[in-house]
């Protein structure tokens, strides 16, 4: 019994490992839609990110605690919080 809860974990782990993929809401329904749009890996800091996909088109103010930045770019935005990548996601594509 052990064994094939540690086979389905192994599987499992193997499956999140290769999935790439955006969630889409349409018509009030979350929707998963693949994506190769490149983006910037999460705990990449600003200067990394900039350096990399140049100057974003808006950078939107700083709100909350913790501070939250978002950056748009032509076909996808990215989320810091203070200086970090915390989720960069597709916006058109």
């Not at 086979?7 to 190769?36: E, I, K, P, Q, Y």
């Not at 950078?59 to 501070?67: A, L």
């Amino acid at each position: 019994m052990k064994i094939r809860y540690f086979v389905a974990l192994l599987c499992g782990f193997g499956a999140v490992g290769v999935a790439c993929a955006d969630t889409v809401v349409v018509d009030d329904h979350v929707m998963v839609r693949d994506s190769s749009v490149a983006r910037p890996a999460r705990g990449s800091t600003m200067t990394t990110v900039e350096a990399k996909f140049g100057a974003p088109v808006t950078r939107h103010p700083t709100v909350g605690v913790p501070p939250i930045t978002r950056w748009d770019y032509a076909g996808f935005s990215v989320f810091f919080e203070r200086d970090r990548v915390i989720h960069a996601v597709v916006t058109s594509g």
